[in-house]
T-cell receptor, first 114, second 114 residues
Framework: DTGVSQDPRHKITKRGQNVTFRCDPI?????LYWYRQTLGQGPEFLTY????????KSRLLSDRFSAERPKGSFSTLEIQRTEQGDSAMYLC????????????FGPGTRLTVT | AQTVTQSQPEMSVQEAETVTLSCTYD???????LFWYKQPPSRQMILVIRQEAYKQQNATENRFSVNFQKAAKSFSLKISDSQLGDTAMYFC???????????FGTGTSLTVIP
């Protein structure tokens, strides 16, 4: 399978714990995006990488959130000191540099904070 | 700020019939992209169709077509010959021409009835 992959698919954690999610984009896609989707809502943009550079960050990305893409390939999204409000689906997407807007999404990581 | 509105939370259609999903958006931009994404129960978002705002011709992809009314800021999706596999959540999305983040609507849950 050559699509966008995300790991884990599901994560249950207790409030206050740290969690880290991984995204592997489609090979040779230099653009990578993270979104958050809560129940009944469309995805909301969190952050964007071009290669290893994080070029855009949403105001939704509080200080407890950090994302990296160290070698311009896979990316990680870490949430520190999780809160119940962090419970959501976290989606990763990638696109090639010449894409006319379209992005290719992964299956998401569902986070439940208890 | 850009906003996308989908006023139909749920819709249903008989198999083989035609259904139209509505989407309106608000922007001061003149050059942008509009998209319809499908999110089946497995949760992986799939691009259905894309429209570039500077193109007057409505985009079509097999059974899927759009009615793009730029002045009215309307972007509806028509699904012809509905199939059971079309059952999914459908999201309308907006992206500025030189930008990297989507603005999604809240989605329309479509059920195709056999």
């Amino acid at each position: 399978d050559t699509g966008v992959s995300q790991d884990p698919r599901h994560k249950i954690t207790k409030r206050g714990q740290n969690v880290t999610f991984r995204c592997d984009p489609i090979s040779e896609h230099n653009r990578l995006y993270w979104y958050r989707q809560t129940l009944g809502q469309g995805p909301e943009f969190l952050t964007y990488f071009q290669n290893e550079a994080q070029l855009e960050k949403s105001r939704l990305l509080s200080d407890r959130f950090s994302a990296e893409r160290p070698k311009g390939s896979f990316s990680t999204l870490e949430i520190q000191r999780t809160e119940q409000g962090d419970s959501a689906m976290y989606l990763c997407a990638s696109s090639p540099s010449r894409a006319k807007g379209e992005q290719y999404f992964g299956p998401g990581t569902r986070l439940t904070v208890t | 700020a850009q906003t996308v509105t989908q006023s139909q939370p749920e819709m249903s259609v008989q198999e083989a019939e035609t259904v139209t999903l509505s989407c309106t958006y608000d922007t001061s931009e003149n050059n942008y992209y509009l998209f319809w994404y499908k999110q089946p129960p497995s949760r992986q978002m799939i691009l259905v169709i894309r429209q570039e705002a500077y193109k007057q011709q409505n985009a079509t992809e097999n059974r899927f077509s759009v009615n793009f009314q730029k002045a009215a800021k309307s972007f509806s999706l028509k699904i012809s010959d509905s199939q059971l596999g079309d059952t999914a959540m459908y999201f309308c999305a907006f992206m500025k021409h030189v930008a990297n983040q989507f603005y999604f609507g809240t989605g329309t849950s479509l059920t195709v009835i056999p």
